[in-house]
């Protein structure tokens, strides 16, 4: 469904992601994790196109994500992606933030998109904040709003970017069961995350990044069972324990 | 003090010309607002357009948008008014030129609105720019990773709420745009200012008509304020905090 | 195009243009300085907590800052002789009149916009500061001097340029009543020549230099002055 070969990417002359490369099978849960600034968000952020990389090649469905002859819209619209700071547009209501791009990129009508956007609502227990602002919901709310507004376009694969890591502790469990969830339905989804519990759980493969390399690229019970580099032991030691 | 004062004057009949000097400072009243609102017209258009220019992927947009700005910018309102009242007309085509100078009609009025309208649009441009590039990045990567195109991100994401951020800014420019629109008195535009000092020539009461002047000038600012909180507040976002710094 | 054009006239009046570029330095120097003064004297009182002084201070901010830079240029062109007739008594003394009355209505006007600009400097130095400076036993006086304006100057230095910058610009409009800064010269020139095209143009360039020039040495100063900021 993902596959990356060699990616290697710049800012200027300081490389952040070198010789990158891994697959994510249809249907697999892969976590991504690493020490801040190891380039797991920029990784992440390559696959949909969102951040040019210059050596390599991403493959997604098919489709060359390098390639300048690709059509990034259509490609992003069949790829989900929740953001750190959840993103929502603020000056848009909860149905509206998930309406949008149903309608002016899909050309859904508004009618069929309200209704989709009703029953994600239901799903991601959200349904009578339909007609609030995001400013006006808890982080763990609007992030469950984020989710079911990339859910709205039928993605085929979903991207998580640190989907938790804003939110207060309290806030965590109601996101992460969401995505728990998706996850026991099948559905391929890459997540850049620190949260060893949810990988633990669901995790069909764990990617362990440092300076811009995947140091380890281990099933869940190889890495937890016995990661075999030494930055990935000490990585572990620091966010197990605390 | 020896003056001798004469709140009377107002109500004289003018030197020449039907009505009052009352007449005569509302006409300019009237012509300060004209040329105000017509000038600011072209500037929040043409200062928008710019402004998304300065923040595009395009390079060459961007750089001809940044001329713009600084050129409109570094050379003051005076001289701008006199380059396109005096020496546009000379630099044009022959007969476009003869007919700036003697067909078109009211010649001031319209030098004054394109010369306001196009040095404000430089000052629009870098408050719509500062506007879309207050907000984060991480919102612009989330309209791009649902598959909206460049044109629908700023039509549905960077526009909407940069324009709302930048309400405070746009208000002192709008506010600029009135007081600055005396500087029309140089090239003949017979605004409030200008009606004020002629008053003062012809009566020698100076205080009256100054005071005057002043006093509407005061109160184009307090409607000008009062229109913008109704704005504000019209299209203020629930639960929205600003998106911080600067 | 600029075949009928005469370019050497700005150099047959250069001195005459010169002399009206010094008066037009000596204006805004003149001013910054009067502004900046005038203006720190009222951001403090805008900043105190007794009503008797932020009343009057917001009061002429807000009303010098609604009208226009011209009217407040004709207020002082016709108020200063009158002041000095009414002091002095003899009417030879409005001999003194254009230049200083320029001079005063630029400081008064200017000082409302260094006014607000110094404020947000001041109100920039964060609060810990002042009840440090408090704490040492300071009194008002020597806690703003010592310890806030200096820290809030060091901040401003970039806006406060800018601010002149515009300042320089805006000296261009004692053109109204006459005086013969650079554009005044410039304009004379081109009246008594009929070589408008020319003048103008010439003015629109010397003005763009010289502010492109000082806004380029203020942006490289603001970096300088907030390393790494972001």
Redesign the interface.
């Known amino acids: 469904m993902i596959e990356m070969k060699n990616v290697s990417k710049w800012y200027g002359k300081f490389q952040v992601l070198k010789d990158c490369s891994t697959r994510v099978e249809k249907g697999q849960v892969v976590v991504v994790c690493g020490p801040s600034g190891s380039g797991k968000s920029t990784l992440i952020k390559c696959v949909n196109g969102l951040e040019p990389f210059q050596k390599g090649e991403i493959v997604v469905n098919g489709v060359s994500v390098g390639d300048p002859g690709t059509d990034l819209p259509r490609l992003r619209s069949h790829i989900g992606m929740v953001f750190q700071n959840f993103e929502l547009f603020p000056h848009m209501k909860v149905t509206d933030n998930i309406n949008l791009a149903q309608v002016k990129v899909l050309g859904r009508s508004k009618e069929e998109a309200s209704e989709k956007a009703h029953s994600l609502l239901e799903r991601v227990g959200l349904k009578d904040q339909a007609e609030k602002y995001p400013g006006q919901l808890s982080g763990g709310q609007q992030q469950r709003v984020a989710i079911a507004r990339a859910l709205a376009m039928d993605p085929i694969a979903m991207l998580f970017d640190e989907p938790t890591s804003a939110l207060d502790p309290e806030m965590i469990n109601e996101v992460l069961d969401v995505m728990v969830e998706l996850a026991q339905e099948g559905m391929t989804m890459m997540v850049v995350t620190h949260e060893m519990g949810f990988a633990k759980k669901v995790a069909h493969r764990v990617i362990f990044m440092d300076y811009g390399e995947i140091v380890e690229d281990a099933t869940k019970d190889e890495f937890f069972g016995s990661p075999r580099s030494e930055r990935a032991v000490q990585f572990l030691s620091k966010i197990l324990h605390h | 003090?020896?003056?001798n004062w004469n709140w009377g004057v107002f109500f004289q009949d003018a030197m020449f010309g039907p009505g009052t000097y009352l007449d005569w400072m509302l006409s300019g009243l009237k012509w300060t607002v004209v040329v105000s609102l017509a000038a600011w017209l072209i500037a929040f258009s043409v200062g928008s357009v710019l402004g998304v220019l300065r923040t595009t992927s395009f390079r060459f947009l961007r750089g001809v948008a940044a001329t713009y700005v600084?050129?409109f910018r570094?050379?003051?309102?005076?001289?701008?008014m006199?380059?396109w009242y005096?020496?546009v007309p000379?630099?044009m085509p022959k007969d476009v030129g003869r007919w700036m100078k003697t067909g078109m009609p009211m010649p001031e009025h319209t030098s004054a609105i394109l010369c306001l309208g196009f040095y404000t649009a430089s000052r629009v441009a870098e408050q719509v720019r500062s506007g879309i590039e207050s907000i984060s990045r991480g919102q612009t990567y989330a309209a791009y990773a649902m598959g909206l195109t460049e044109v629908q991100v700023y039509r549905h994401v960077l526009l909407p709420m940069g324009y709302r951020i930048i309400i405070p800014p746009m208000t002192s420019e709008f506010?600029s745009i009135?007081?600055?629109?005396?500087?029309a008195?140089?090239i003949g535009v017979l605004e409030l200012?200008a009606q004020?000092?002629q008053i003062?020539e012809f009566t020698f009461q100076?205080f009256e008509a100054?005071t005057l002047?002043?006093v509407l000038?005061?109160m184009?600012?307090m409607t000008v304020i009062l229109l913008m909180r109704v704005v504000e507040g019209r299209f203020r976002v629930p639960g929205f905090i600003g998106t911080g710094g600067r | 195009?600029f075949a009928a054009f005469d370019w050497e006239v700005i150099w047959r009046t250069k001195a005459y243009l010169w002399q009206g570029m010094l008066f037009t330095f000596n204006l805004t120097l003149l001013a910054m300085v009067g502004g900046i003064i005038l203006g720190t004297l009222l951001a403090l009182m805008r900043l105190s907590s007794y009503r008797i002084l932020n009343v009057p201070a917001g009061a002429y901010v807000n009303?010098l800052?609604?009208?226009?830079?011209?009217?407040v240029i004709?207020?002082f062109y016709?108020?200063v002789p009158?002041?000095v007739?009414?002091i002095t008594g003899s009417p030879y003394a409005e001999g003194i009149g254009p230049f200083y009355s320029a001079l005063i209505a630029f400081t008064i006007f200017e000082a409302a916009y260094y006014c607000e600009i110094i404020r947000a400097g001041i109100q920039s130095v964060p609060r810990g500061q002042v009840d440090a400076a408090y704490a040492l036993g300071l009194t008002y006086r020597q806690a703003m001097m010592r310890v806030v304006l200096p820290q809030a100057f060091r901040n401003m230095v970039p806006i406060l340029l800018t601010q002149g910058v515009i300042l320089f610009?805006?000296t261009?409009?004692v053109?109204?009543v006459g005086l013969t800064d650079f554009?005044g010269a410039a304009?004379k020139v081109a009246q008594r020549d009929g070589r408008?095209?020319e003048l103008?143009?010439f003015?629109?360039v010397v003005?763009?230099v010289l502010?492109?020039a000082a806004?380029y040495y203020v942006k490289y100063l603001q970096a300088r002055l907030t390393p790494a900021s972001r």
């Open positions: 003090m020896a003056y600084e050129i570094n050379v003051p309102l005076l001289v701008q006199f380059i005096f020496v000379e630099l506010l009135f007081k600055n629109s005396s500087v008195l140089t200012t004020s000092r003062t100076g100054f002047a002043t000038y005061i184009i600012t | 195009m009303l800052r609604s009208i226009p830079l011209i009217l004709f207020w016709f108020l009158l002041a007739k009414a610009q805006d261009s409009l053109y109204v554009m304009s408008l095209v103008y143009l003015a629109a003005y763009f502010c492109f806004s």
